[in-house]
């Protein structure tokens, strides 16, 4: 049921939302004034030419980026949280982000072995990202066989793990038999990147994390229901199997398309459910899921401004701002593990 308190959170993150939207406009080594940057966004033309081009062709996108990335990971860290009933289980528990790696690996690492025509078409930024979504999408139909056969929750959870250690492996192999060039490469992907994103790229994107989200809103009553372990949820009729499906798919599309346009990003999708529950004191999907998904826009858009503070002359990479924010979140919530649900 949702009280005024959390009505009143709720209006409270809408406007800390488009405060920190505004905020990540005019962040930047270039100074631009939040009036001209409202009027850019309107249609009219700045008082210099080469602030209309930041605005538009750079910090828009790279906002916009940072919103999608930070709601689909939260949400398919939910997603994960309940489904294994783990308050450790993050989005890339079934081994998603090492299989995106493995695919960009063997891209990356992997191209001096092809002739130079099909070196310069695959190591392209589309290149890297059919690769990504590939090794993600071979480790999650390799998932979903493996489901098939197992009853028990926790062994797909071990399954995605297996799978996460094994691709690891063979990208130290690679890694081993690469040039200091292509591990810059490679290392440069892995600490992820909000700002490399073209308009085409963003509208891609943000197609497929609608389709995820939405698969996720229609999973809201299986969420509530698997709260309480699989043979309650059995025995209130829910289609169980069909229910983990819509949910591992979910999550696959959510991390699987982010990690492959934005790189591997830390501990949003862990740290961001559990603020969202101790906040909002709640189990009630329905709120933990509008919840998260503002929190997780949030967060991702303070780590994109910090990223970008106007005393630095380069932007640090992003998997390092979310990693220094949320591994204190996750350290905290294993010594207060009473406040664990």
């Given at each position: 049921?949702?009280t005024?308190?959390h009505?009143?959170?709720?209006?409270?993150f809408?406007?800390?939302?488009?405060?920190?939207?505004?905020?990540d406009?005019?962040?930047?080594?270039?100074?631009?004034?939040?009036?001209?940057v409202f009027?850019?966004?309107?249609?009219h033309?700045s008082?210099?030419?080469?602030?209309?081009y930041?605005i538009l062709n750079?910090?828009l996108?790279k906002?916009?980026?940072?919103?999608l990335v930070?709601?689909?990971?939260?949400?398919?860290?939910?997603?994960?949280q309940t489904?294994?009933?783990?308050p450790?289980a993050?989005p890339?528990?079934?081994?998603?982000?090492s299989?995106?790696?493995?695919?960009?690996?063997?891209?990356?690492l992997?191209?001096?072995?092809?002739?130079?025509?099909?070196n310069q078409?695959?190591?392209s930024?589309?290149?890297?990202?059919?690769?990504?979504?590939?090794?993600?999408?071979?480790?999650?139909?390799?998932?979903?066989?493996v489901a098939?056969?197992?009853?028990n929750?926790?062994?797909?959870?071990i399954?995605?793990?297996?799978?996460?250690?094994?691709a690891?492996a063979i990208v130290n192999?690679?890694?081993?038999?690469?040039?200091?060039?292509?591990?810059q490469?490679?290392?440069?992907?892995?600490?992820?990147?909000?700002?490399?994103?073209s308009w085409?790229?963003?509208?891609i994107?943000?197609?497929v994390?609608s389709?995820?989200?939405l698969?996720?809103?229609?999973s809201i009553?299986?969420?509530?229901?698997?709260?309480?372990?699989?043979?309650?949820?059995k025995?209130?009729?829910?289609?169980?199997k069909k229910?983990?499906f819509?949910?591992i798919?979910?999550?696959s599309?959510?991390?699987?398309?982010i990690?492959?346009f934005?790189?591997?990003?830390?501990?949003?999708?862990?740290?961001?459910p559990h603020i969202?529950?101790?906040?909002f004191?709640t189990s009630?999907h329905?709120?933990?899921?509008?919840?998260?998904?503002?929190?997780?826009?949030?967060l991702?858009?303070i780590?994109?401004i910090?990223?970008?503070?106007?005393?630095?002359?380069?932007?640090?990479?992003?998997n390092?701002?979310?990693?220094i924010?949320g591994a204190?979140?996750?350290?905290?919530l294993?010594?207060?593990?009473k406040?664990?649900?």
């Amino acid at each position: 049921m949702t009280t005024k308190r959390h009505y009143f959170l709720f209006i409270s993150f809408a406007i800390l939302l488009a405060f920190f939207f505004s905020m990540d406009l005019i962040s930047g080594q270039v100074s631009i004034p939040l009036k001209e940057v409202f009027k850019i966004l309107i249609g009219h033309e700045s008082s210099k030419s080469t602030w209309d081009y930041i605005i538009l062709n750079f910090r828009l996108p790279k906002a916009i980026t940072a919103i999608l990335v930070g709601m689909g990971l939260s949400i398919s860290g939910l997603l994960m949280q309940t489904l294994f009933r783990n308050p450790l289980a993050g989005p890339y528990v079934l081994g998603l982000s090492s299989g995106s790696s493995l695919g960009v690996a063997f891209v990356i690492l992997g191209a001096g072995f092809l002739p130079s025509f099909l070196n310069q078409a695959v190591l392209s930024d589309y290149g890297i990202v059919l690769a990504s979504c590939l090794g993600s999408f071979l480790v999650v139909l390799a998932i979903m066989i493996v489901a098939q056969r197992l009853r028990n929750t926790m062994s797909i959870l071990i399954v995605g793990l297996m799978f996460g250690s094994f691709a690891g492996a063979i990208v130290n192999v690679l890694s081993y038999f690469s040039t200091a060039e292509q591990l810059q490469k490679f290392t440069f992907w892995s600490m992820g990147n909000l700002g490399n994103l073209s308009w085409n790229s963003i509208g891609i994107l943000g197609t497929v994390v609608s389709v995820g989200l939405l698969l996720s809103l229609f999973s809201i009553k299986s969420l509530d229901a698997l709260l309480l372990g699989e043979n309650y949820a059995k025995s209130v009729g829910l289609n169980f199997k069909k229910a983990r499906f819509i949910i591992i798919i979910a999550t696959s599309i959510l991390a699987g398309s982010i990690t492959a346009f934005a790189g591997p990003i830390a501990f949003i999708g862990l740290a961001v459910p559990h603020i969202a529950k101790l906040l909002f004191q709640t189990s009630n999907h329905k709120i933990l899921f509008f919840s998260t998904l503002l929190l997780g826009a949030i967060l991702m858009l303070i780590c994109d401004i910090i990223s970008q503070m106007p005393y630095l002359s380069m932007t640090l990479p992003i998997n390092a701002i979310t990693s220094i924010m949320g591994a204190p979140v996750v350290i905290w919530l294993l010594i207060s593990k009473k406040n664990i649900q």
